[in-house]
């Protein structure tokens, strides 16, 4: 009998390794953000701070176990096959959730995720064991439920939200206004006493988050308790002595010290509170078998009331959690892309958007435009101006008339981001209210960001967007998990064999994901993307830039072929699947246009050739992709609307056309591809002739219309491509021209 519980907690074991990789994968953004942002420290000691702190943060964990337990539902009510069937859900479901949103690289909440994944569960099997017993009706379902955390969690969602942003914000232009960019000039006592609130603000987070709950804090309850102002007081003055000591006799940067103190909390944080929530289920769904093994009771009949009482957590399994985690940490390729995505929104500096901008995040951003020009009314000009002066960002001057702006992600706002969020985070601990490190820790950097000026009238719209779009992930996460395990949880109490099915497909679901990622990673790292820093004499864009032209005809070519086919075969799929593939294709040339700007700004005096060469070259490529866009998508137009197919006439020239324009392109991207740049005026000729054959084409519909064509759809279908394949080809001719102009030129002024 107790055959299918073995199999069962056999599965829930790796479920809780893949559960806690996924989780690491996603959370790592909670304490290494700040510090790979400001570049504070080498990421290799980042690395090994941040694994100090998980094991730390392992062995110390037990607080949260108590909510697999019993902080959703009333054990007490559920027979063992019942609470067996819950976790089972719960785990699946979390694996599923939490590695989509790695692959997407946006961070969620693990906390979140798991308790209304527990409560989706939870609900599931109480209706089932409601609707079987004519005694109960739907009120009862209260009595299963501990609605009153779910309720605290739900309030503590949007509450951290909005409080994290604003405390972030205030915090960090206060101190800006204190530090100002030029933060090294400062005196040092303003360091010390910076240095003080801080380091004495992530110990306390330190103590308060990470031990209490746990065994250790039993022996330290009776000094803490009471004496919490005195304690902070008295670990205020000696930070700020021991850390104007440091300064003046050691020359240490504080700001970098307080940047990996602060690293270390938030990682013990994290492996304490946060993903022992994995481990939690199973050494539930484990102590429940133990306990219905002894009593030899039905599995449907046996009470799990043993579920609220507390039980020591086992030091070696937490180890072990801690071990995988770390690992995790060091080697997660989805861990750096979550990352990213946070860095990416609080960045200073302007560069390419991951998220494009809505109406929402316009009207935030009107409204934010609306504020700022009210303040600035009100206050007095002096006032503004010596403000205005504490944001101002130096510059360093260097040879050949280049100015390089220092990173603005600096030691100060990476400092404020890791005391706000341990003090918020401690805060919430000590008043006993559910919070999400991640919701914090992320809110508080967007806050920090918005003080910080970072979100510029370039930026703004996009950044605002991106936010908009992380938030609203997370209580999707909450809408979708309580769903998600809740279908799970009565697909499993339906019949014990779905769950050898479900396992399948999370297997299934988890491996196509990772080769879906895999595969854009290595398309990614294919994009060869002009370094524009380095770029500073005609020579080095012709010979960087060929690579990508090169690349960028072999897709052209490609794509094309697959038009005309797809055309003939008259196949939407694949004509849809086309036309993903260059609408991709346009958006990479429209970011390097977008780059135009960053580009000439690195050039000095003597490179306008260069520049003018490189802003020609990337015209081109747009007229290129525009053109094959335009091919694409009317062909994909024509046979969406079922308009008649092509004749076999057109369908001919236009392959006969194709197959011209394969060979020229194929010659075309070797000789970029091995730069025999000099033979570039014999292509010249054939595109010539090529472009007579689409002429001759052209005249051949004509006449075609006035003796036997009857379809005007197909005509102008026919007519579109062949004219966009000229522009096409004259795009192509021009970029040629472009180069061997250059390339001549520059091989001139190498002979002098």
């Not at 307080?258 to 909390?265: A, K, L, N, P, Q």
């Not at 988890?510 to 524009?532: A, F, G, H, P, W």
Request: proline share 2%.
């Amino acid at each position: 009998m107790g055959d299918p519980y073995i199999l069962m907690l056999i599965a829930l074991a790796i479920l809780a390794i893949v559960d806690l990789v996924v989780g690491v994968s996603n959370d790592a953004v909670n304490f290494l953000n700040s510090a790979i942002g400001s570049k504070a420290i080498s990421v290799r000691n980042i690395m090994l701070i941040a694994s100090i702190g998980v094991f730390f943060g392992a062995v110390t964990s037990s607080g949260m176990m108590e909510v697999a337990r019993k902080g959703i539902f009333n054990p007490n009510m559920f027979m063992f096959q019942d609470i067996m069937f819950i976790f089972m859900a719960v785990m699946i479901t979390d694996i599923l959730l939490l590695d989509i949103f790695n692959s997407i690289g946006m961070p969620t909440s693990t906390t979140v995720s798991i308790v209304f994944e527990l409560l989706g569960a939870a609900v599931s099997i109480s209706l089932i064991k409601i609707s079987s017993n004519d005694g109960q009706s739907f009120s009862d379902l209260w009595n299963y439920i501990n609605h009153e955390t779910a309720t605290k969690i739900i309030f503590g969602i949007l509450l951290s939200v909005v409080i994290a942003f604003s405390v972030g914000a205030i915090v960090q232009f206060i101190s800006r206004v204190i530090y100002s960019f030029n933060f090294q000039k400062r005196p040092t006592y303003i360091s010390a006493l910076f240095g003080g609130f801080a380091i004495t603000a992530i110990t306390y987070f330190i103590i308060i988050k990470g031990l209490k709950g746990t065994p250790f804090y039993k022996d330290l309850e009776h000094l803490i308790e009471g004496n919490t102002l005195l304690i902070i007081s008295g670990s205020f003055v000696v930070w700020s002595i021991i850390s104007q000591f440091l300064i003046q006799l050691f020359k240490i940067n504080i700001l970098k010290l307080i940047i990996g103190v602060g690293t270390f909390s938030l990682a013990m944080a994290f492996s304490g509170n946060d993903l022992v929530n994995f481990v939690g289920v199973p050494i539930a769904a484990w102590n429940s078998y133990q306990a219905w093994v002894v009593s030899g009771v039905d599995p449907n009949s046996f009470s799990m009331g043993i579920l609220a009482e507390k039980v020591p957590s086992n030091v070696w399994l937490l180890l072990l959690a801690g071990s995988i985690m770390v690992v995790t940490l060091w080697t997660s390729s989805k861990a750096q892309n979550v990352i990213k995505t946070g860095i990416d929104l609080s960045r200073q500096g302007d560069g390419h958007e991951k998220f494009q901008p809505n109406a929402l995040s316009r009207i935030f951003v009107r409204i934010a435009m609306g504020i700022n020009a009210g303040f600035r009314f009100v206050i007095p000009k002096p006032t503004l101006e010596y403000i205005d002066s504490k944001f101002q960002k130096p510059v360093i001057e260097l040879p050949k008339d280049k100015t390089y702006e220092l990173p603005a992600f600096d030691l100060v706002r990476a400092s404020v981001n890791l005391i706000v969020a341990g003090i918020l985070i401690s805060i919430a601990t000590s008043m006993k209210l559910p919070l999400s490190t991640t919701y914090v820790t992320f809110m508080v950097a967007m806050g920090t960001s918005l003080a910080d000026r970072a979100w510029g009238r370039e930026s703004a719209v996009y950044r605002v967007a991106g936010v908009i779009n992380v938030v609203a992930g997370w209580f999707l996460t909450a809408i979708v998990a309580f769903l998600a395990s809740a279908l799970v949880a009565y697909l499993i109490s339906w019949n014990m064999i779905m769950i050898p099915i479900l396992l399948a497909v999370v297997a299934f679901l988890i491996i196509r994901n990772s080769l879906i990622y895999r595969k854009k990673s290595k398309e990614v790292k294919k994009q060869v993307y002009i370094e524009r820093s380095e770029l500073i004499t005609i020579n080095g864009v012709i010979e960087e830039s060929a690579d990508h032209i090169s690349e960028v005809i072999n897709r052209v070519n490609k794509l094309y072929t697959n038009v005309v086919n797809d055309l003939a075969e008259h196949d939407l799929n694949k004509l849809r699947k086309t036309d993903k593939h260059v609408a991709k294709l346009n958006e990479e040339i429209d970011n390097l246009k977008d780059g135009v700007f960053y580009f000439i700004k690195s050039l000095d005096e003597t490179s306008v050739q260069a520049s003018r060469f490189y802003i020609m070259v990337l015209g081109y490529l747009q007229d290129v992709a525009q053109s094959i866009s335009y091919i694409s998508r009317a062909s994909y137009k024509h046979v969406n609307n079922n308009h008649k197919n092509l004749k076999k006439g057109q369908i001919n020239d236009l392959k006969e056309i194709d197959s011209e324009l394969t060979t020229l392109l194929t010659k075309e991207a070797i000789i970029f591809e091995k730069r025999q740049l000099d033979n570039l005026n014999g292509l010249l000729i054939e595109k010539t002739h090529l472009l007579k054959n689409v002429s001759s084409s052209i005249e051949k519909q004509v006449a075609r219309i006035r003796t036997d064509e009857t379809s005007p759809k197909n005509t102008t279908l026919y007519f579109s491509v062949l004219l966009e394949t000229k522009d096409l080809i004259k795009a192509l001719m021009s970029l040629l021209e472009t180069y061997e102009e250059f390339h001549l030129s520059a091989k001139q002024q190498n002979d002098l």
